[in-house]
Protein backbone atom coordinates (compact mmCIF):
# COMPACT_ATOMS: atom_id res chain seq x y z
CA UNK A 1 0.00 0.00 0.00
CA UNK A 2 1.11 3.43 -1.14
CA UNK A 3 0.33 6.56 0.15
CA UNK A 4 -0.57 9.65 -1.75
CA UNK A 5 1.07 12.14 -2.75
CA UNK A 6 -0.31 15.23 -1.66
CA UNK A 7 0.35 18.16 1.02
CA UNK A 8 -0.81 16.39 3.82
CA UNK A 9 -1.22 12.80 4.73
CA UNK A 10 -4.36 13.43 7.26
CA UNK A 11 -7.36 12.77 5.06
CA UNK A 12 -5.47 9.75 3.84
CA UNK A 13 -4.87 8.10 7.23
CA UNK A 14 -8.48 8.97 8.15
CA UNK A 15 -10.02 7.04 5.19
CA UNK A 16 -7.37 4.18 5.27
CA UNK A 17 -8.55 4.00 9.54
CA UNK A 18 -11.79 4.07 8.63
CA UNK A 19 -11.47 1.43 6.03
CA UNK A 20 -9.46 -0.81 8.31
CA UNK A 21 -12.57 -0.67 11.38
CA UNK A 22 -14.90 -1.63 8.77
CA UNK A 23 -13.05 -4.58 7.05
CA UNK A 24 -12.04 -5.76 10.57
CA UNK A 25 -16.14 -5.35 11.66
CA UNK A 26 -15.37 -2.82 14.36
CA UNK A 27 -18.31 -2.17 16.37
CA UNK A 28 -19.96 1.52 15.63
CA UNK A 29 -18.94 2.48 19.20
CA UNK A 30 -15.45 1.34 18.69
CA UNK A 31 -15.11 2.86 15.82
CA UNK A 32 -16.34 6.40 16.65
CA UNK A 33 -13.85 5.99 19.70
CA UNK A 34 -11.02 5.87 17.47
CA UNK A 35 -12.14 8.40 15.29
CA UNK A 36 -13.10 10.78 18.14
CA UNK A 37 -9.26 10.66 19.46
CA UNK A 38 -8.09 10.32 15.52
CA UNK A 39 -9.37 14.13 15.65
CA UNK A 40 -7.90 14.87 18.89
CA UNK A 41 -4.66 14.15 17.10
CA UNK A 42 -5.46 16.03 14.08
CA UNK A 43 -6.45 19.20 15.91
CA UNK A 44 -2.86 18.67 18.46
CA UNK A 45 -1.00 18.65 14.79
CA UNK A 46 -2.92 21.87 13.44
CA UNK A 47 -2.00 23.52 16.81
CA UNK A 48 1.87 23.48 15.40
CA UNK A 49 0.91 24.39 12.60
CA UNK A 50 1.71 20.48 10.98
CA UNK A 51 -0.47 18.63 8.08
CA UNK A 52 1.11 15.29 8.10
CA UNK A 53 1.19 12.89 10.48
CA UNK A 54 4.61 10.79 11.57
CA UNK A 55 5.48 8.46 14.19
CA UNK A 56 7.34 10.92 15.95
CA UNK A 57 4.42 13.17 16.42
CA UNK A 58 2.07 10.32 17.55
CA UNK A 59 4.87 9.55 20.51
CA UNK A 60 4.59 13.45 21.27
CA UNK A 61 0.60 13.29 21.40
CA UNK A 62 0.93 10.94 24.08
CA UNK A 63 3.50 12.27 25.72
CA UNK A 64 1.59 15.63 26.52
CA UNK A 65 -1.62 13.92 26.49
CA UNK A 66 -1.04 11.86 29.69
CA UNK A 67 -0.90 15.53 30.86
CA UNK A 68 -4.28 16.12 29.75
CA UNK A 69 -6.35 16.02 33.19
CA UNK A 70 -9.77 16.45 31.42
CA UNK A 71 -9.43 12.92 29.74
CA UNK A 72 -9.85 9.32 31.39
CA UNK A 73 -7.64 6.60 32.11
CA UNK A 74 -9.85 4.74 29.65
CA UNK A 75 -9.45 7.69 27.05
CA UNK A 76 -5.79 7.82 27.74
CA UNK A 77 -5.50 3.86 27.05
CA UNK A 78 -7.47 4.28 23.73
CA UNK A 79 -5.22 6.87 22.71
CA UNK A 80 -1.90 5.40 23.06
CA UNK A 81 -4.38 2.14 20.77
CA UNK A 82 -4.79 4.69 18.15
CA UNK A 83 -1.50 6.11 18.00
CA UNK A 84 -0.30 2.43 17.08
CA UNK A 85 -2.90 2.30 14.83
CA UNK A 86 -1.94 4.79 12.79
CA UNK A 87 1.98 4.18 13.07
CA UNK A 88 0.92 0.58 11.54
CA UNK A 89 -0.90 2.33 8.45
CA UNK A 90 2.51 4.31 8.26
CA UNK A 91 4.47 1.04 7.82
CA UNK A 92 1.55 -0.91 6.32
CA UNK A 93 1.41 -3.54 8.81
CA UNK A 94 -1.90 -4.98 9.80
CA UNK A 95 -3.37 -3.91 12.80
CA UNK A 96 -1.97 -5.74 16.02
CA UNK A 97 -4.57 -8.03 17.97
CA UNK A 98 -5.59 -6.59 21.26
CA UNK A 99 -6.32 -10.14 23.46
CA UNK A 100 -8.95 -9.16 26.30
CA UNK A 101 -8.24 -10.34 29.69
CA UNK A 102 -9.73 -12.97 31.35
CA UNK A 103 -12.41 -12.62 33.82
CA UNK A 104 -10.41 -12.86 37.18
CA UNK A 105 -12.66 -15.51 38.93
CA UNK A 106 -13.84 -14.90 42.83
CA UNK A 107 -12.28 -17.46 45.36
CA UNK A 108 -14.79 -20.38 46.43
CA UNK A 109 -14.45 -19.48 49.99
CA UNK A 110 -15.62 -15.59 49.47
CA UNK A 111 -18.47 -15.91 46.77
CA UNK A 112 -21.22 -15.66 49.49
CA UNK A 113 -19.62 -12.91 50.88
CA UNK A 114 -19.58 -11.08 47.46
CA UNK A 115 -23.35 -12.27 46.61
CA UNK A 116 -24.63 -10.96 50.11
CA UNK A 117 -22.83 -7.36 49.52
CA UNK A 118 -24.62 -7.64 45.71
CA UNK A 119 -27.74 -8.44 47.11
CA UNK A 120 -27.53 -5.26 49.25
CA UNK A 121 -26.60 -3.07 46.30
CA UNK A 122 -29.32 -4.01 45.12
CA UNK A 123 -31.39 -3.54 47.79
CA UNK A 124 -30.56 0.14 48.03
CA UNK A 125 -31.55 1.32 44.44
CA UNK A 126 -28.19 0.39 42.70
CA UNK A 127 -28.61 0.07 38.89
CA UNK A 128 -28.32 -3.16 37.29
CA UNK A 129 -24.59 -2.13 35.32
CA UNK A 130 -23.17 -0.67 38.40
CA UNK A 131 -24.21 -3.96 40.43
CA UNK A 132 -22.25 -5.88 37.23
CA UNK A 133 -19.67 -3.67 37.35
CA UNK A 134 -19.33 -4.11 41.48
CA UNK A 135 -19.32 -7.84 40.82
CA UNK A 136 -15.97 -8.09 39.32
CA UNK A 137 -13.73 -6.09 41.12
CA UNK A 138 -15.27 -7.34 44.33
CA UNK A 139 -14.47 -10.58 42.74
CA UNK A 140 -10.83 -8.78 41.82
CA UNK A 141 -10.31 -8.27 45.71
CA UNK A 142 -11.13 -11.32 47.19
CA UNK A 143 -8.75 -12.92 45.31
CA UNK A 144 -6.05 -10.69 45.46
CA UNK A 145 -6.38 -11.36 49.24
CA UNK A 146 -3.24 -13.87 50.55
CA UNK A 147 -4.18 -17.32 51.23
CA UNK A 148 -3.59 -16.79 54.57
CA UNK A 149 -7.00 -15.39 54.65
CA UNK A 150 -8.91 -18.04 54.72
CA UNK A 151 -11.71 -16.56 56.52
CA UNK A 152 -13.15 -13.01 55.98
CA UNK A 153 -12.55 -11.85 60.00
CA UNK A 154 -9.13 -12.81 59.89
CA UNK A 155 -8.35 -10.15 58.17
CA UNK A 156 -5.79 -7.35 58.72
CA UNK A 157 -4.93 -3.28 57.77
CA UNK A 158 -1.68 -5.53 56.83
CA UNK A 159 -3.13 -7.71 54.22
CA UNK A 160 -5.01 -4.68 52.95
CA UNK A 161 -2.10 -2.92 52.34
CA UNK A 162 -0.26 -5.74 50.22
CA UNK A 163 -3.07 -5.66 48.50
CA UNK A 164 -3.06 -2.35 47.30
CA UNK A 165 0.53 -2.14 46.98
CA UNK A 166 1.44 -5.04 44.68
CA UNK A 167 -1.63 -4.70 42.40
CA UNK A 168 -2.42 -1.70 40.19
CA UNK A 169 -6.17 -0.64 40.67
CA UNK A 170 -8.02 0.94 38.79
CA UNK A 171 -10.60 4.22 40.57
CA UNK A 172 -13.95 2.22 40.54
CA UNK A 173 -11.78 -0.73 42.14
CA UNK A 174 -10.80 1.34 45.28
CA UNK A 175 -14.34 2.40 45.30
CA UNK A 176 -15.95 -1.09 45.36
CA UNK A 177 -13.11 -2.33 47.83
CA UNK A 178 -14.22 0.28 50.43
CA UNK A 179 -17.97 0.02 50.21
CA UNK A 180 -17.08 -4.07 50.52
CA UNK A 181 -15.40 -3.23 53.63
CA UNK A 182 -17.78 -0.86 54.79
CA UNK A 183 -20.79 -3.80 54.19
CA UNK A 184 -18.28 -6.40 55.85
CA UNK A 185 -18.03 -4.45 59.17
CA UNK A 186 -21.59 -3.39 59.57
CA UNK A 187 -22.82 -6.81 59.05
CA UNK A 188 -20.88 -7.87 61.79
CA UNK A 189 -18.74 -9.98 59.59
CA UNK A 190 -15.25 -7.95 60.77
CA UNK A 191 -14.95 -6.31 64.03
CA UNK A 192 -13.21 -3.25 62.30
CA UNK A 193 -14.02 -0.47 59.29
CA UNK A 194 -10.43 -1.22 57.80
CA UNK A 195 -12.58 0.93 54.83
CA UNK A 196 -10.55 3.56 55.34
CA UNK A 197 -7.45 1.38 54.62
CA UNK A 198 -8.33 1.63 51.34
CA UNK A 199 -6.23 4.50 49.33
CA UNK A 200 -8.22 7.24 47.88
CA UNK A 201 -5.84 8.94 44.91
CA UNK A 202 -7.68 11.38 43.51
CA UNK A 203 -7.28 13.31 39.79
CA UNK A 204 -7.42 16.74 39.67
CA UNK A 205 -11.04 17.88 38.22
CA UNK A 206 -10.37 19.43 34.94
CA UNK A 207 -12.04 22.86 33.92
CA UNK A 208 -15.35 22.82 32.78
CA UNK A 209 -15.39 23.07 28.57
CA UNK A 210 -17.03 26.69 27.77
CA UNK A 211 -17.96 28.59 25.26
CA UNK A 212 -18.66 32.21 25.03
CA UNK A 213 -21.78 34.05 24.39
CA UNK A 214 -20.64 35.16 20.93
CA UNK A 215 -18.99 31.65 20.17
CA UNK A 216 -22.42 29.70 21.04
CA UNK A 217 -24.27 32.32 18.93
CA UNK A 218 -22.10 32.01 15.84
CA UNK A 219 -22.40 27.89 16.47
CA UNK A 220 -26.01 28.36 16.07
CA UNK A 221 -26.22 30.58 13.17
CA UNK A 222 -24.16 27.89 11.21
CA UNK A 223 -26.78 26.06 10.88
CA UNK A 224 -28.89 26.13 7.45
CA UNK A 225 -32.38 25.80 9.00
CA UNK A 226 -34.09 25.58 5.55
CA UNK A 227 -33.48 21.53 5.59
CA UNK A 228 -35.10 18.93 7.41
CA UNK A 229 -31.83 18.23 8.74
CA UNK A 230 -30.95 21.32 9.66
CA UNK A 231 -33.82 22.32 11.55
CA UNK A 232 -33.30 18.22 13.81
CA UNK A 233 -29.86 19.77 14.72
CA UNK A 234 -30.84 23.32 15.12
CA UNK A 235 -33.04 22.11 18.13
CA UNK A 236 -30.74 19.77 19.48
CA UNK A 237 -28.09 22.65 19.74
CA UNK A 238 -31.13 24.83 21.52
CA UNK A 239 -31.73 22.32 23.71
CA UNK A 240 -28.87 21.97 24.47
CA UNK A 241 -27.45 25.38 24.74
CA UNK A 242 -30.21 27.09 26.03
CA UNK A 243 -31.41 24.60 28.86
CA UNK A 244 -28.38 23.16 29.41
CA UNK A 245 -29.86 19.53 28.73
CA UNK A 246 -27.51 16.25 28.18
CA UNK A 247 -27.53 14.63 25.10
CA UNK A 248 -29.09 11.88 26.34
CA UNK A 249 -31.97 13.29 27.74
CA UNK A 250 -32.38 15.19 24.52
CA UNK A 251 -32.25 12.03 22.06
CA UNK A 252 -34.84 10.08 24.72
CA UNK A 253 -36.94 13.22 24.36
CA UNK A 254 -40.29 12.52 23.42
CA UNK A 255 -43.75 13.96 22.49
CA UNK A 256 -45.45 13.07 25.62
CA UNK A 257 -42.60 14.97 27.56
CA UNK A 258 -43.56 18.86 25.97
CA UNK A 259 -46.23 20.69 27.21
CA UNK A 260 -46.75 23.65 25.11
CA UNK A 261 -49.48 25.21 26.89
CA UNK A 262 -47.21 25.68 29.91
CA UNK A 263 -44.42 26.05 28.10
CA UNK A 264 -42.60 23.16 29.93
CA UNK A 265 -40.30 20.37 29.04
CA UNK A 266 -40.75 17.14 32.21
CA UNK A 267 -38.68 14.21 31.78
CA UNK A 268 -36.88 11.17 33.97
CA UNK A 269 -33.30 12.34 33.25
CA UNK A 270 -31.50 9.20 31.87
CA UNK A 271 -28.38 9.42 34.22
CA UNK A 272 -29.56 10.30 37.72
CA UNK A 273 -33.39 9.19 36.78
CA UNK A 274 -34.30 11.74 38.50
CA UNK A 275 -37.52 14.05 37.17
CA UNK A 276 -37.08 17.66 36.25
CA UNK A 277 -39.18 20.52 34.62
CA UNK A 278 -37.79 23.14 32.24
CA UNK A 279 -39.60 26.18 30.89
CA UNK A 280 -38.92 26.74 27.34
CA UNK A 281 -38.02 30.00 26.08
CA UNK A 282 -39.71 31.24 22.58
CA UNK A 283 -36.35 30.37 21.10
CA UNK A 284 -36.43 26.54 22.46
CA UNK A 285 -40.00 26.72 21.64
CA UNK A 286 -40.29 27.69 18.12
CA UNK A 287 -37.00 25.39 17.05
CA UNK A 288 -38.71 22.31 18.25
CA UNK A 289 -41.89 23.39 16.35
CA UNK A 290 -40.02 24.17 13.73
CA UNK A 291 -38.43 20.83 13.11
CA UNK A 292 -41.41 18.80 14.36
CA UNK A 293 -44.17 20.65 11.73
CA UNK A 294 -41.40 20.97 8.89
CA UNK A 295 -38.06 18.98 9.01
CA UNK A 296 -39.08 15.42 10.69
CA UNK A 297 -39.74 12.45 9.08
CA UNK A 298 -43.29 10.81 9.11
CA UNK A 299 -42.56 7.88 11.71
CA UNK A 300 -44.39 6.10 14.30
CA UNK A 301 -41.75 6.94 16.71
CA UNK A 302 -42.90 8.83 20.06
CA UNK A 303 -39.63 10.33 20.23
CA UNK A 304 -39.06 13.94 18.88
CA UNK A 305 -35.52 13.11 17.14
CA UNK A 306 -35.35 10.74 14.18
CA UNK A 307 -32.52 10.15 11.73
CA UNK A 308 -32.69 11.66 8.57
CA UNK A 309 -32.31 8.20 6.50
CA UNK A 310 -35.03 5.53 6.38
CA UNK A 311 -36.11 4.08 8.53
CA UNK A 312 -36.07 6.75 10.32
CA UNK A 313 -34.96 5.60 14.08
CA UNK A 314 -34.71 7.63 16.89
CA UNK A 315 -30.83 9.00 17.00
CA UNK A 316 -28.52 7.63 19.71
CA UNK A 317 -26.81 9.79 22.27
CA UNK A 318 -23.24 9.65 20.77
CA UNK A 319 -25.20 11.49 17.72
CA UNK A 320 -25.02 14.61 19.95
CA UNK A 321 -21.74 14.67 19.91
CA UNK A 322 -21.21 14.33 16.27
CA UNK A 323 -23.93 16.94 15.33
CA UNK A 324 -22.00 19.63 18.09
CA UNK A 325 -18.39 19.01 16.62
CA UNK A 326 -19.74 19.92 13.17
CA UNK A 327 -21.42 22.81 13.33
CA UNK A 328 -18.44 23.67 15.80
CA UNK A 329 -16.03 23.11 12.88
CA UNK A 330 -18.51 24.50 10.15
CA UNK A 331 -18.51 28.07 12.44
CA UNK A 332 -14.90 28.19 12.51
CA UNK A 333 -14.70 28.15 16.18
CA UNK A 334 -11.31 26.41 17.67
CA UNK A 335 -11.03 23.75 20.47
CA UNK A 336 -8.24 25.31 21.86
CA UNK A 337 -7.99 22.55 24.54
CA UNK A 338 -11.58 22.58 25.09
CA UNK A 339 -14.20 19.68 24.79
CA UNK A 340 -16.70 20.34 21.63
CA UNK A 341 -19.66 18.40 21.99
CA UNK A 342 -22.92 19.03 23.08
CA UNK A 343 -22.08 18.88 26.85
CA UNK A 344 -19.73 21.44 26.38
CA UNK A 345 -22.81 23.34 25.65
CA UNK A 346 -24.41 22.42 28.77
CA UNK A 347 -21.41 23.65 30.74
CA UNK A 348 -21.29 27.11 28.93
CA UNK A 349 -25.02 27.27 30.01
CA UNK A 350 -24.16 26.78 33.25
CA UNK A 351 -21.22 28.72 33.87
CA UNK A 352 -23.11 31.60 32.17
CA UNK A 353 -26.01 31.01 35.03
CA UNK A 354 -23.16 31.53 37.49
CA UNK A 355 -21.44 34.26 36.35
CA UNK A 356 -24.89 36.27 36.20
CA UNK A 357 -24.99 35.33 39.80
CA UNK A 358 -27.55 33.01 39.82
CA UNK A 359 -28.09 30.82 43.32
CA UNK A 360 -26.11 27.80 43.07
CA UNK A 361 -29.88 26.07 44.08
CA UNK A 362 -31.19 27.41 40.92
CA UNK A 363 -28.48 26.23 39.03
CA UNK A 364 -28.58 23.17 40.38
CA UNK A 365 -31.86 22.72 39.50
CA UNK A 366 -31.49 23.93 36.08
CA UNK A 367 -28.81 21.41 35.71
CA UNK A 368 -30.42 18.38 37.33
CA UNK A 369 -28.02 17.70 39.48
CA UNK A 370 -28.24 15.85 42.54
CA UNK A 371 -25.11 17.11 44.15
CA UNK A 372 -26.07 20.80 46.06
CA UNK A 373 -22.40 21.75 45.51
CA UNK A 374 -21.49 21.32 41.91
CA UNK A 375 -23.12 24.41 41.04
CA UNK A 376 -19.42 25.54 42.24
CA UNK A 377 -17.35 23.39 39.87
CA UNK A 378 -18.60 25.96 36.68
CA UNK A 379 -17.14 29.13 39.50
CA UNK A 380 -13.50 27.89 38.58
CA UNK A 381 -13.79 29.96 34.90
CA UNK A 382 -15.24 32.73 35.88
CA UNK A 383 -11.97 35.17 36.30
CA UNK A 384 -13.78 37.99 37.12
CA UNK A 385 -15.30 36.59 40.45
CA UNK A 386 -12.72 34.47 41.47
CA UNK A 387 -10.62 38.33 41.06
CA UNK A 388 -12.89 39.22 44.30
CA UNK A 389 -11.20 36.12 46.09
CA UNK A 390 -7.89 37.10 45.11
CA UNK A 391 -4.96 38.06 48.02
CA UNK A 392 -3.01 40.54 47.96
CA UNK A 393 0.87 39.12 47.81
CA UNK A 394 2.79 39.49 51.27
CA UNK A 395 5.74 41.18 51.67
CA UNK A 396 9.10 39.57 51.06
CA UNK A 397 10.99 38.86 54.35
CA UNK A 398 13.60 37.21 55.97
CA UNK A 399 16.48 35.92 53.45
CA UNK A 400 14.15 35.94 50.59
CA UNK A 401 13.74 39.96 51.35
CA UNK A 402 17.31 40.13 51.33
CA UNK A 403 18.15 38.11 48.08
CA UNK A 404 15.36 40.43 46.71
CA UNK A 405 17.85 43.77 47.32
CA UNK A 406 21.06 42.29 46.42
CA UNK A 407 19.38 41.93 42.73
CA UNK A 408 18.36 44.95 42.88
CA UNK A 409 21.72 46.31 43.38
CA UNK A 410 23.13 43.96 40.62
CA UNK A 411 20.39 45.13 37.84
Not at 38 to 59: I, P
Amino acid sequence: MKQQATNSNLGWLRDELERRLIVMRYSKTAAGAYMRIFNWVEEYLKGYGETNYAMAWGQRFIAEYSLQVNHSPSQFKHARTLVRRLDEILEDKLFTPCFRKSAVECPSRFTDLRDKYLEQLARNGYRESTINSRKSYAGLFFSRLPDSVENINTLTAVDLYNVFTKHEWVNVGYVTARSLLVFLYKSGLIKVDLSACVPNPRRPKSLPSVYSGDEVARLLSSVDRTTGLGKRDYAILMLAAHLGLRSSDIVNLSFSDIDYTAKTIEIIQVKTERPLTLVMNNDVEEAISDYVQNGRPQAASDKVFLGSKAPFEPITAGAGYVIAHKYFKLAGIEGQGRRRGTHALRTSYATALVAKGTPYAVVQEALGHDDPESAKYYVRVDVRRLRMCALDVPKPTGAFAVMLSDLEGVL
